[in-house]
């Protein structure tokens, strides 16, 4: 026996006379009616309000408006292919068959994240930029183990360097290279006593009560993940219903600030003759790392989360329709 799904709302006409059609069918091509109200879900409300009565039944779907004729030939083109696979034994549409027929775990867990992902992925984004925030309060605090601990976590994720990253508690908030040439600020050089261009130095410093203390992720990292938060915020409190960015506008807005500003910076640095000729040896400063990582942090999230959102979507109907099923067939 097949099962056919009807997606209906209360007073419904079109909707009341394909549940008489069904019925009339039942005898000729037996079937087991789910009928599911969109007004209970706001996505089967958005995608089928102007199309319902829809009726599906295994991978066939009626669209109102439509016959009874048309209702007869999906339902028996349906079970037909029932049939079919039945009688050829398909390994695949067993397991499909069995799957279909018990709610798991799995199922109640893909459900509740497919509703709260946004919750998730917001929850984890801050966590994950609030603790290199903790490593110099902890160090403020004389808890240099803990501190320590933080910085080694993170020190495969981010190059740490002290002349790029934000320092808390001490003079200044940024100590950037003399050669970003920003006035009014301290130099790291000056600041500290060391060799501006001892990288590993840079990397292992991590401040004291003069200077303050070292945030165990980059200016630009922090800017990235801040701005990604950000819009994921933006984007719970829409709903979830902003449209996603377009990928040119990605790379234009996204990528290309911070691939300009970085890979100038770096190759810049290289040291090699001939393309020192062309571009002169710079280094960016806190204000460009901090506005080019916003740009494509937020710019990133955006062009990501409503594609997400469209998966979970998905992953939210073909449950919402699952459980319909089983639970009127206990």
Same mark, same amino acid.
């Given at each position: 026996?097949?099962? +056919?799904?009807? #997606?209906?709302?209360?007073?419904?006409?079109?909707?009341?006379?394909?549940?008489?059609?069904?019925?009339?069918?039942?005898? =000729?091509?037996?079937?087991?009616?789910?009928?599911?109200?969109?007004?209970?879900?706001?996505?089967?409300?958005?995608?089928?309000?102007? &199309? $319902?009565?829809? +009726? &599906?039944? *295994?991978?066939?779907?009626?669209?109102?408006?439509?016959?009874?004729?048309?209702?007869?030939?999906?339902? *028996?083109?349906?079970?037909?292919?029932?049939?079919?696979? %039945?009688?050829?034994?398909?390994?695949? #549409?067993?397991?499909?068959? =069995?799957?279909?027929?018990?709610?798991?775990?799995?199922?109640?867990?893909?459900?509740?994240?497919?509703?709260?992902?946004?919750?998730?992925?917001?929850?984890?984004?801050?966590?994950?930029?609030?603790?290199?925030?903790?490593?110099?309060?902890?160090?403020?605090?004389?808890? %240099? *183990? !803990?501190?320590?601990?933080?910085?080694?976590?993170?020190?495969?994720?981010?190059?740490?360097?002290?002349?790029?990253?934000?320092?808390?508690?001490?003079?200044?908030?940024?100590? !950037?290279?003399?050669?970003?040439?920003?006035?009014?600020?301290?130099?790291?050089? &000056?600041?500290?006593?060391?060799?501006?261009?001892?990288?590993?130095?840079?990397?292992?410093?991590?401040?004291?009560?003069?200077?303050?203390?070292? +945030?165990?992720?980059?200016?630009?990292?922090?800017?990235?993940?801040? @701005?990604?938060?950000?819009?994921?915020?933006?984007?719970?409190?829409?709903?979830?219903?902003?449209? *996603?960015?377009?990928?040119?506008?990605?790379?234009?807005?996204? $990528?290309?600030? $911070?691939?300009?500003?970085?890979?100038?910076?770096?190759? @810049?640095?290289?040291?090699?003759?001939?393309?020192?000729?062309?571009?002169?040896?710079?280094?960016?400063? !806190?204000?460009?790392?901090?506005?080019?990582? @916003?740009?494509?942090?937020?710019?990133?999230?955006?062009?990501?989360?409503?594609?997400? %959102?469209?998966?979970?979507?998905?992953?939210?109907?073909?449950?919402?329709?699952?459980?319909?099923?089983?639970?009127?067939?206990?």
């Amino acid at each position: 026996m097949i099962t +056919v799904t009807l #997606y209906s709302r209360p007073e419904c006409h079109l909707c009341e006379q394909a549940k008489e059609d069904l019925a009339a069918l039942q005898e =000729k091509i037996p079937h087991r009616l789910v009928e599911i109200n969109i007004e209970n879900d706001p996505d089967l409300h958005k995608k089928y309000l102007a &199309e $319902i009565p829809v +009726v &599906e039944a *295994g991978p066939y779907r009626l669209k109102a408006p439509f016959t009874r004729q048309a209702l007869e030939m999906t339902l *028996g083109a349906a079970a037909d292919r029932v049939s079919h696979l %039945e009688r050829i034994g398909d390994d695949s #549409y067993q397991s499909a068959v =069995k799957r279909g027929q018990t709610i798991t775990p799995s199922d109640r867990v893909y459900f509740w994240l497919s509703k709260h992902y946004m919750v998730v992925v917001n929850l984890l984004l801050a966590l994950y930029l609030g603790l290199p925030f903790l490593a110099p309060a902890l160090m403020k605090a004389g808890a %240099e *183990g !803990p501190a320590q601990a933080l910085y080694k976590v993170y020190s495969p994720l981010c190059h740490q360097f002290g002349f790029r990253s934000f320092f808390l508690f001490g003079g200044q908030l940024v100590y !950037p290279r003399a050669a970003a040439e920003v006035d009014g600020l301290q130099t790291w050089g &000056e600041a500290t006593g060391l060799n501006e261009q001892d990288i590993e130095a840079a990397r292992a410093y991590t401040g004291n009560s003069d200077i303050g203390f070292k +945030v165990a992720l980059c200016e630009r990292d922090v800017a990235i993940y801040a @701005s990604m938060l950000l819009f994921g915020l933006v984007f719970a409190a829409s709903g979830n219903r902003l449209r *996603g960015l377009h990928w040119a506008l990605w790379i234009l807005i996204g $990528i290309a600030p $911070i691939g300009l500003d970085g890979f100038s910076q770096l190759f @810049s640095q290289l040291g090699l003759p001939a393309v020192n000729a062309i571009l002169p040896y710079r280094e960016s400063t !806190p204000l460009l790392r901090v506005l080019t990582g @916003s740009l494509f942090g937020f710019a990133t999230a955006w062009f990501g989360f409503p594609p997400m %959102e469209e998966s979970m979507r998905e992953t939210r109907q073909f449950l919402v329709k699952k459980f319909a099923i089983v639970g009127q067939g206990d």
